[in-house]
């Protein structure tokens, strides 16, 4: 049986821009920086690779929805 990868550890600055996090915003370091991590996300900006679509499918979501 394999063992698992060791996980990477985190820094404990900022996500966004790598400052050191503040408790009432954590893990960010500010408002600012919490709100463009939450834009990157609403805007796809984060995105899983994933199989390529297959056309079919993309046809039938066009006829229904």
């Known amino acids: 049986m394999s063992t698992p990868p060791k996980a990477r550890k985190k820094p404990n600055g900022c996500p966004v821009c790598g400052k050191p996090a503040s408790g009432a915003h954590g893990p960010f370091c500010s408002q600012g920086c919490r709100d463009r991590d939450l834009l990157k ?13 297959d ?8 006829r229904d929805g």
């Open 41 to 53: 996300w609403l805007g796809d900006g984060y995105r899983v690779p994933g199989p390529p679509a």
């Open 55 to 62: 056309e079919s499918d993309l046809d039938r979501l066009d």
